[in-house]
């Protein structure tokens, strides 16, 4: 079965923002299937229930599989760490791009809207998937392009 790749956007972040769009485009020039989840974002919307239910989805379908290379930002990476534990889901590859656990004190927004993706057993996503590239790099930083991310492919 051919690889497929997932783009995760962080907190108040989109499929339109930061690295992205500029990922997905080169992805699906090279012929792959990429999916890029819009996730609730802001207080009240963003939570681990929320973002669960959404890519519960990406599994019923069988789009979140063990061809999948996931590349995530932000929250994202905790979040996908929580889920996949929690699913006992596996995975070929993720790429964590700023990826972070426990950090509050951003600012109220933010506190409220990550603090429900944290987790405690970070070290279990060994078993669930091959191989993890990891470090917050995005549009704020000069980040819109991110041609690295492609050696990862």
């Known amino acids: 079965m051919k690889n497929n790749y997932l783009l995760i956007h962080g907190s ?3 499929p ?3 690295w992205i ?3 997905k485009t080169e992805l ?3 012929g792959a299937e990429v999916y890029t989840p819009d996730f609730p974002t802001g207080v009240g919307k963003q939570n681990y229930e929320n973002w669960s239910n959404l890519l519960e989805a990406y599994v019923r379908a069988n789009i979140l599989n063990e061809n999948t290379i996931i590349f995530a930002h932000s929250i994202a ?3 996908i760490c929580k889920f996949l534990v929690e ?3 596996k995975v070929k590859r993720l790429v964590f ?3 972070f656990n426990q950090y509050l004190g951003i600012d109220e927004e933010y506190d409220a809207v990550n603090q429900s993706m944290y987790f ?3 070290e279990d996503i060994k078993n669930f998937c091959d191989d993890i590239g990891g470090g917050h790099l995005n549009s704020e930083s000069g980040y819109n392009e991110f041609k690295d991310l492609l050696n990862y492919i």
Do not use: A, K, R
Request: aromatic share 16%.
């Open 12 to 14: 108040f972040g989109s």
């Open 97 to 99: 791009v700023c990826g």
């Open 120 to 122: 405690n057993h970070l």
């Open 77 to 79: 990476p905790v979040f």
């Open 87 to 89: 699913h006992q889901l």
């Open 28 to 30: 699906e020039q090279g």
């Open 21 to 23: 769009p500029y990922l």
């Open 16 to 18: 339109f923002s930061n």
